[in-house]
C-alpha cells in the first residue's frame, strides 16, 4: 500500500515571489491527488519542495515520519520518487542503464549473485510492461519523446516507490498517446502507490483522481471530489483557457 | 628489453595515473586542470620519506598516496558545489598555488654525510631509494605495470559494484541523480579523493624513477594534458584516458622522426578527433554497444 | 603609504592590459558559453608575426601593430573553425579540449619558427614621465592607459548602441530565444570571436611593446592572466573582467613589493582559490545561470 502523505503550512518564496503559501494537504495511502491550477499557481512548486530539491519552510511527514528537513536524496530513499515536465533521463546510458540507474543508490552495493539475477529480471519485465522491452538497449536519442516518457514511467515503477510524483505526464503527447497513457497510469504504475499527479487535462484528473486540488497563486483554493470541484463556477472560471476539456 | 623501450613504458605507466585521476573527474562531471599537484604532493610527499625518513619504497609511496587523496579531499569538498568553469579554474589555482609554495619549500637534513631533501626552486635531489636497493628500471616497469593493473582491476570493481555507474549518474545529471537517492555532496568528495590518492600513487613512483624531482615539472601543462588524454581516448571505460596516453607518448615518442613536430602533429590530431567523436574514441556509445554486443 | 599608493598605481597600469585579456575571454565565452583557452597563444602567433615583420623590414610600431592584428586573427579563425564552428551540440569539454590541443600546435609553430629565447617588439613612443605628489606615472604606462580606455569605450559602444551588439547580447543571455528571433547564431559567435581577437590583439601589443620583447612563454601566460583576471571579476561580466583585470593588477603589484616574487604567485592562486570558493559570482556579482552548469 502506499504512503500517507501530510504536508502543514508550507511555504516557498523566492526573492519576493511567492510560490506557495501556507498550504496545508492531507493525501491518504493509496489515494490519488489531482493538482491543477493556472500557470505559475505552484504546482510543479509543489512537487520540487516535496522531492527536497527547493528547501521551503513547513512540515512535510511521510507516514509519520518528518521528512522536511531531509535532503533529496535521502527523501527517495524513503520511497518518493517523480517524473519531470520534460522527460529527464541520463541521455549518454541505454534505456536499460537508466532502468538499472533508478535502483542503483537504494539498493545494496553488493548483492548475491540470485539477488542480482532477479533484479535484471525485474527490471526486464518492468520495461515490457510499459512496452519498452525491444528498446532495452536503444540510447535515449533514438526514442521519441512518447517513449521517453514511457521510460519514466516504467523506472519509477521499477524503484517500487510508495510515493509516485506526476509532473503533467501527458503535456506533449498527442491525443492518443494522451490515452494510452492514462491507461499505463491506471493500470501498472498507480495500483497500490500514493499518486500526486500534476495535470493540465481534465479528462485525466476526473479519470484518475480520488481528490483534486487547485491551487491559485500558491494558495489552496478548492479541494475536494473532482467532479464536485470542477463543477464550481468559480473553480471553471479560475482554470478556463488553462485546462483541456475533452 | 631496450632501456629506450623502458623507459617510453614506463613514462605511459606513470601519465596513465594522472589521467586516470582526471578521468575520474570528469566522469564525475567536473573537469580539473589541477591533477598535477596531487601528483606534486605524491612525489614529494613519497621522496621526502624514503630519502628522509628512510621509510620504505613501498610504505612511503602509499604514504604519498593517501595523502594525495586526503588533500584531494579536503578541496574537493568547498569545490563540490562549483561546477563547470569554476571548479576548473579552481583546480587550477589550487595546483598553482600548490607548485608556488613548492618553490619556496625547503626541507634539508642530513642522511648519512648527504645534504639531501626539497630546496624550494632548486628542486629536490637524490631520492635513490630503488636504485640503491639494486631495482633495475625493467623490474621497476613492472612495479609501475602491477600498481597500473591493481588500480585498473579496483575501477573494474567498482564498476561491477555499480560504483561507477552512480558516479556517472552524478556526472551527466546531478538533481536527477539526488531524485534517485544518489547523495551527490559525497559522490563529489569522494571522487576528488580518489583522483587526489591516484595521482599521488603515480607521484610517488614518478619520484622514485627519477629520483629528481622540481615543482616546474608539475606546471598546468602537465595538468592539461591530463584531462585531454581522458577526452581523447574516451569517457566510456577506464581504458580510454589509457589510449590517450599510448597516443600521445606511445606513438609520438617512439617516431623519433617526428620529435620537432610532435605537438603539431598531436594537436592536428586530438583536434581531428574530438569533431568526429566528442566524447573521444572509447565513447559511452561505443562502450554500451561492445556491452549489449558481448552479452548477446 | 606612499609606497601603497605608487603599487597601486603601477597594478592598475599592469592591470589594464589584464582587463583587456579578461575581455577577450568574456566575450568569446558569453556567446559560446566555451572556455578558448587557446586565446592566450593566438594572441602569442599575433605578436611574433608583428616581432618578424618588424625585423624583416623594420616597418616599426605601426607595421608591427598591422601584422600582429593579422596574426591575431588568422590563428582566432583557426581555432574557431576547427574546435568551436566544427564541434556542435552540447560539447563543451570537447571544444575545450580540442583549443588546448591548438594550443599546443600555435605553441611549437611559434618555438620553430623564433628559436630564439626572446624576440624583440618595437617599443612605444617615448612619452613624458608624470610625478604628482611624490607619485610616479612612466609615459608608457599613461599610453597604455589611453589605448586601454579607448578599446574600451569603442567596445562599449559597439556592445549597447549597435545591432551587431545587440544580437550578440541576445546570444549571451539565451541561444534559443536568440535563434528564434532570427539571429543567425554561427555569424554572431564567429564575429565575437574576431573580435575577442581584435581586443586580445591590442592587449598583446601593448604588453609586448612595453616589454620591448616577447618569449614563447607569452601565450601560457596571457591564458592564465585572462582566465585568472575573468573568474576574479565573475564569469561572463564585462564589468566583471575590467574588475577583475584591475585587481589582479594591484594585487600582484602590492604582494611583489612587500612579500617577493616567490610569494606574489602564492598570493595570486591564492587569492583566486578562496575568491572562487567564497564568492563563485566574483566581484560583478555574477548569479550562475543555467547554460553554464552544463559544462
Redesign the interface.
Known amino acids: 500500500m502506499g504512503a500517507a502523505l501530510e504536508i502543514r503550512g508550507l511555504t516557498l518564496r523566492f526573492g519576493g515571489v511567492t510560490a506557495l503559501e501556507e498550504l496545508d494537504l492531507s493525501v491518504a495511502a493509496g489515494a490519488v491527488l489531482g493538482v491543477a491550477g493556472p500557470n505559475g499557481s505552484g504546482k510543479s512548486s509543489l512537487i520540487n519542495v516535496l522531492?527536497?530539491?527547493y528547501p521551503a519552510s513547513g512540515a512535510i511527514s511521510l507516514d509519520g515520519q518528518q521528512i522536511g528537513h531531509l535532503?533529496?536524496?535521502?527523501r527517495?530513499?524513503l520511497g518518493m520518487?517523480?517524473t519531470?515536465q520534460s522527460p529527464?533521463?541520463?541521455?549518454?546510458?541505454?534505456v536499460i542503464?537508466n532502468m538499472?540507474?533508478?535502483l542503483?543508490?537504494?539498493r545494496p552495493?553488493?548483492q548475491r549473485r540470485a539477488d542480482r539475477r532477479r533484479q535484471e529480471e525485474w527490471l526486464f519485465d518492468g520495461l515490457a510492461l510499459f512496452g519498452l522491452n525491444h528498446l532495452a538497449?536503444a540510447?535515449p536519442d533514438t526514442l521519441t519523446h512518447y517513449e521517453l516518457r514511457l521510460l519514466e514511467l516504467a523506472r519509477a515503477y521499477a524503484?517500487g516507490a510508495r510515493l509516485v510524483l506526476l509532473d503533467e505526464p501527458t503535456v506533449g503527447a498527442t491525443e492518443d498517446e494522451a490515452n494510452r497513457l492514462r491507461g499505463v497510469l491506471v493500470n501498472h504504475l498507480m495500483p497500490g502507490r500514493t499518486v500526486i499527479l500534476v495535470e493540465h487535462r481534465l479528462d485525466m484528473l476526473r479519470a484518475l483522481c480520488t481528490e483534486l486540488v487547485v491551487l491559485q497563486a500558491g494558495r489552496k483554493i478548492a479541494l475536494g471530489r473532482p467532479d464536485e470541484v470542477l463543477a464550481q463556477p468559480q473553480i471553471r472560471a479560475c482554470l478556463m483557457g488553462e485546462l483541456t476539456d475533452a | 628489453m631496450d632501456p629506450f623501450l623502458i623507459s617510453v613504458l614506463s613514462n605511459i605507466g606513470l601519465f596513465s595515473f594522472l589521467a586516470l585521476s582526471a578521468w575520474i573527474l570528469l566522469i564525475g562531471g567536473e573537469i580539473s586542470f589541477g591533477q598535477q599537484a596531487y601528483f606534486a604532493i605524491g612525489a614529494y610527499a613519497s621522496g621526502i620519506a624514503s630519502a628522509l625518513w628512510v621509510w620504505p619504497f613501498a610504505v612511503a609511496v602509499l604514504w604519498g598516496t593517501v595523502l594525495g587523496a586526503g588533500v584531494g579531499a579536503l578541496v574537493a569538498w568547498p569545490a563540490a558545489r562549483l561546477s563547470g568553469v569554476h571548479y576548473a579554474i579552481a583546480t587550477l589555482a589550487f595546483a598553482e598555488l600548490t607548485r608556488a609554495s613548492l618553490n619556496v619549500f625547503r626541507y634539508q637534513r642530513d642522511v648519512e654525510g648527504y645534504l639531501t631533501g626539497p630546496d624550494g626552486a632548486n628542486g629536490f635531489r637524490d631520492i635513490r631509494w630503488v636504485y640503491e636497493a639494486g631495482i633495475e628500471p625493467g623490474p621497476n616497469l613492472t612495479i609501475i605495470a602491477l600498481s597500473l593493473a591493481g588500480v585498473i582491476a579496483l575501477i573494474g570493481l567498482a564498476a561491477r559494484?555499480?560504483?561507477m555507474?552512480?558516479l556517472?549518474?552524478v556526472g551527466?545529471?546531478p538533481?536527477?541523480?539526488?531524485?534517485?537517492?544518489?547523495?551527490?555532496l559525497r559522490w563529489k568528495i569522494g571522487a576528488g579523493a580518489a583522483a587526489g590518492g591516484l595521482a599521488g600513487l603515480g607521484g610517488g613512483l614518478y619520484a622514485h624513477l627519477a629520483t629528481y624531482i622540481e615543482p616546474a615539472q608539475f606546471s598546468v601543462m602537465t595538468g592539461v594534458h591530463a584531462v585531454a588524454y581522458g577526452l581523447i581516448g574516451g569517457l566510456g571505460t577506464a581504458l580510454g584516458p589509457i589510449l590517450g596516453v599510448l597516443i600521445d607518448i606511445g606513438l609520438l615518442e617512439s617516431l623519433r622522426a617526428l620529435a620537432a613536430y610532435r605537438m603539431i602533429v598531436f594537436g592536428g590530431l586530438v583536434a581531428i578527433i574530438l569533431i568526429l567523436r566528442p566524447?573521444g574514441i572509447l565513447d559511452?556509445?561505443l562502450v554500451?554497444k561492445v556491452r549489449?554486443w558481448v552479452r548477446r | 603609504m606612499l609606497d601603497l599608493a605608487q603599487n597601486t598605481l603601477d597594478g592598475i597600469a599592469a592591470g589594464a592590459a589584464y582587463a583587456l585579456l579578461a575581455i577577450g575571454f568574456t566575450l568569446i565565452f558569453g556567446v559560446m558559453r566555451r572556455l578558448n583557452i587557446a586565446f592566450g597563444p593566438s594572441i602569442m602567433v599575433g605578436v611574433f608575426l608583428g616581432a618578424w615583420v618588424h625585423a624583416q623590414w623594420s616597418a616599426g610600431l605601426i607595421g608591427a601593430a598591422a601584422a600582429t592584428f593579422a596574426g591575431v586573427l588568422i590563428a582566432s579563425v583557426y581555432v574557431e573553425r576547427l574546435s568551436f564552428a566544427a564541434i556542435r551540440g552540447d560539447a563543451a569539454l570537447a571544444s575545450m579540449a580540442s583549443s588546448f590541443a591548438l594550443w599546443m600546435q600555435l605553441e611549437q609553430g611559434v618555438a620553430l619558427a623564433f628559436p630564439g629565447r626572446t624576440t624583440a617588439f618595437p617599443t612605444l613612443p617615448q612619452l613624458p614621465d608624470v610625478r604628482f605628489a611624490g607619485l610616479f606615472l612612466g609615459g608608457d604606462d599613461l599610453l597604455v592607459f589611453a589605448v586601454a580606455g579607448a578599446v574600451l569605450l569603442l567596445l562599449h559602444r559597439l556592445i549597447y548602441h549597435s545591432h551587431f551588439g545587440l544580437e550578440m547580447r541576445a546570444l549571451a543571455d539565451s541561444p534559443e530565444a536568440a535563434a528564434v528571433s532570427q539571429v543567425n547564431t554561427r555569424r554572431v559567435a564567429f564575429l565575437t570571436f574576431c573580435l575577442a581577437a581584435l581586443v586580445g590583439a591590442v592587449a598583446g601589443m601593448l604588453i609586448a611593446a612595453t616589454d620591448g620583447q616577447i618569449t614563447p612563454k607569452f601565450g601560457l601566460w596571457a591564458t592564465m592572466k585572462g582566465l585568472i583576471a575573468m573568474m576574479i571579476g565573475g564569469l561572463g561580466s564585462l564589468r566583471g573582467a575590467l574588475l577583475g583585470g584591475l585587481a589582479l593588477g594591484i594585487i600582484e603589484a602590492q604582494a611583489q613589493w612587500y612579500l617577493g616574487a616567490a610569494a606574489r604567485e602564492i598570493v595570486v592562486y591564492g587569492f583566486l582559490f578562496l575568491c572562487l570558493i567564497a564568492l563563485p559570482g566574483g566581484m560583478a556579482g555574477v548569479r550562475e545561470t543555467g547554460a553554464e552548469r552544463k559544462l
Open positions: 522531492t527536497g530539491h535532503p533529496a536524496p535521502e527517495a530513499r520518487v517523480r519531470f529527464r533521463v541520463y541521455r549518454r546510458m541505454s542503464d538499472r540507474a533508478a542503483h543508490a537504494i552495493t553488493f538497449e540510447m524503484t | 559494484l555499480n560504483v555507474a552512480q556517472r549518474m551527466e545529471d538533481i536527477l541523480a539526488a531524485m534517485q537517492g544518489v547523495r551527490v566524447r559511452e556509445t554500451a549489449s
